[in-house]
């Protein structure tokens, strides 16, 4: 397991943290999620066979933005 953040822009509220963790919540692999739209960035804990495109890719379908 492995602690990671990752940047992502056009959170604005509490929903929208909700979006952004229910969404990495459906990635295999993805144990514990923590959004902060004032942060600009979500950390999560996730198994290290993950792959880094299927976050980003979750967060984009989203509707939000992973910044590098």
């Known amino acids: 397991m492995e602690r990671k953040t990752i940047a ?3 959170m604005s509220c509490d929903g929208c943290e909700q979006n952004v963790e229910n969404a990495l919540k459906t990635v295999e692999g ?8 004032e942060g600009d ?3 999560f804990v996730v ?4 792959a880094d495109d299927d976050l980003t890719t979750a967060i984009r379908d989203a509707g939000y933005n992973v910044t590098a």
């Open 8 to 10: 992502v822009t056009g």
């Open 30 to 37: 993805v144990t514990r999620v923590e959004a902060d739209h």
């Open 41 to 43: 960035s979500v950390e």
């Open 47 to 50: 198994d290290e066979d993950t």
